[in-house]
């Protein structure tokens, strides 16, 4: 399947950055790219002087953020004809976590629930042109057929896809930032197999009800499927 664009997405996480901590900001905008999957393991980002211009810094900041993640082991630099930049494949393995406090827990996936839950709703209340209608029942497919390796980066695109459909812009920034915190701690446990029997049927019903333009039952399905993984973070972090 070719992936869908996700214009609204990309605009997010190549956003311009904050003049007072341009390599800070730059180095998190790039994680939150890896972390989020717009860019897959192995595919390369974009070139330096498009992502300077697309951060509105310099190329000397762009070249030592890259810096800083390649000797993390997140990006790997090529050279030659075929050269640039590439997210890692494997990326490398994330820090155990330990305890998350849970005023910090609560708060991201309180603010997750509202995001993600308004955005169903507000999908589903769209008259959706047949493209867009076949870009979300893709990216479901996408993620049903997904390998263990790349169910989550699958998943996190789905629920993008959603929050994209709603046709809000500034949801689509809140709802990046808030994934990429959320896979940052879902990064650190084990997939389950059941768990993603289970998520990929949830989503079924998710995509069916915005395709049928069912606002309530789009709202509840995914509210429903949240607190599946809720219940998996609050067990293996608090």
């Not at 650190?188 to 079924?204: C, K, Y």
């Not at 915005?210 to 309530?216: F, H, K, S, T």
């Amino acid at each position: 399947m070719t992936e869908a664009p996700l214009h609204e997405v990309r605009r997010a996480v190549y956003r311009p950055v904050r003049e007072g901590n341009a390599l800070e900001d730059t180095v998190a905008r790039l994680v939150q790219t890896v972390r989020l999957g717009v860019v897959a393991p192995g595919e390369s980002l974009p070139a330096e002087r498009d992502l300077a211009a697309r951060y509105a810094v310099s190329r000397d900041t762009v070249r030592e953020a890259i810096r800083e993640l390649a000797d993390t082991g997140y990006l790997v630099r090529r050279r030659g004809r075929y050269g640039g930049t590439f997210v890692a494949d494997p990326l490398p393995q994330p820090p155990e976590l330990g305890i998350v406090p849970a005023e910090e827990l609560e708060d991201v996936l309180g603010l997750r629930r509202v995001l993600e839950a308004g955005a169903a709703r507000a999908a589903a209340g769209r008259t959706l042109a047949p493209e867009v209608r076949d870009d979300l029942w893709a990216r479901h497919e996408a993620a049903s057929a997904a390998s263990e390796a790349e169910y989550r980066r699958l998943d996190t695109l789905l629920h993008l896809t959603i929050a994209e459909v709603a046709g809000i812009p500034s949801l689509v920034a809140l709802a990046a930032e808030n994934r990429a915190r959320v896979n940052a701690w879902l990064d650190t446990f084990p997939l389950l197999p059941r768990n993603i029997e289970h998520s990929n049927a949830q989503h079924e019903r998710i995509v069916t009800a915005i395709l049928a333009g069912r606002a309530d039952a789009a709202e509840g399905a995914i509210l429903e499927h949240l607190a599946g993984s809720e219940a998996l973070l609050r067990g293996f972090l608090a």
